[in-house]
Nanobody, 125 residues
Framework: QVQLVESGGGLVQAGGSLRLSCAAS????????MAWFHQAPEKERVFVAG????????EYADSVKGRFTLSRDNAKNTVYLQMNSLKSEDTAVYYC??????????????????WGQGTQVTVSA
């Protein structure tokens, strides 16, 4: 079955950096659009960043543009979210998501078929 396993979350001070990883198995990774969403307590899960199956296109939420960078390594079936200049409002559970079959980057939860279990990111002021 498909598995998406996130890692790299933790506690960091404001202004610091973290790199999240998502290792995928059970799907044709090189043909899958990948994305990260986050969900803060009592809030909806929202789009953070997405990357096309080829890695040639990336999209970011306005709130993270210029601070976060999404990349992928198709040889390792892994995507990476480099998060710099972290702010307290970035505190959330971060979820990796996959959209198979060469589809475009979507910004809705409904666009993604597979999800990881999430990793907590906490940014202290």
């Amino acid at each position: 079955q498909v598995q998406l396993v996130e890692s790299g979350g933790g506690l960091v001070q404001a202004g610091g950096s973290l790199r999240l990883s998502c290792a995928a198995s059970g799907l044709t990774f090189s043909r899958s659009t990948m994305a990260w969403f986050h969900q803060a307590p009592e809030k909806e899960r929202v789009f953070v960043a997405g990357i096309s199956w080829s890695g040639g296109t990336t999209e970011y939420a306005d709130s993270v543009k210029g601070r976060f960078t999404l990349s992928r390594d198709n040889a390792k079936n892994t995507v990476y979210l480099q998060m710099n200049s972290l702010k307290s409002e970035d505190t959330a559970v971060y979820y990796c998501a996959a959209r198979p079959a060469l589809r475009n980057i979507g910004r809705s939860r409904a666009d993604y078929m597979y999800w990881g279990q999430g990793t907590q990111v906490t940014v202290s002021a």
